[in-house]
């Protein structure tokens, strides 16, 4: 009876976590404000990034940035998407080499999906600059970046947003990584550089007034 039981309950207990799984992959694909960036590498080694979303996501920015009527079949939708794709996403590593995008893919669906090839990634990584505007028309889009890759930021997963201008930057420091952002001067530095202002300012001032008392009136 007891192994019944536990049976009846781990069917149960799987049943509910594909349950769970299944509506979460249904709420991303309705929501058309959010998406995902993730990295990964394929079994055979290649680096692939995958953009996700709603297909009504990918419609909203391609009718937003195009004329009306600009595709009539999906295959004018797709060279669509990509054009956007080529336009509003970049990546660039330890500030100057830029990587490419090789042979990317729109999987059309209830989420739809933008796969491409990564080129270009040195051996050595330092700065991590990603620009994602791909859904920026959104209203209050968020776009989850996520990085499955060695050597890449595990932890430091980002939302891009308008309030980021859908920018990620940050820096490998020391073992680990940081967002630009989050390294601001320490207080000390910020009130020696605004009071090394407000004296020059001062001296500045000081000097005008000098030297229009210095001058001879005029007649």
Known sequence: ????????YNSMKYCII???MFMGEIAMAHQSNLSTTIF???ESGEVIMQISSSLTAFQGEINYNNPKNAYKSVEEFRDLVLKHFFNTVSMVLNETETLSFINPTVLLGHET???AEVMGIPSDLKTLH???EFFKDMDNNQSVVIFSLERFPVKNNCVLN????QEL???FQGDHWENFDDMALPFYLKFLILLTILLVMGLVFYLIRKKRKE?????
Request: hydrophobic share 45%; net charge positive.
């Open 1 to 8: 009876m007891n192994l019944l039981i536990n049976n009846a």
């Open 169 to 171: 930057n940050i820096l």
């Open 215 to 219: 001058s001879p009136s005029a007649v």
């Open 18 to 20: 594909v349950m769970v």
């Open 113 to 115: 999906k933008i796969v």
């Open 130 to 132: 990603l620009k994602n």
């Open 162 to 165: 308008n309030d980021n201008k």
């Open 40 to 42: 990964s590498r394929t």
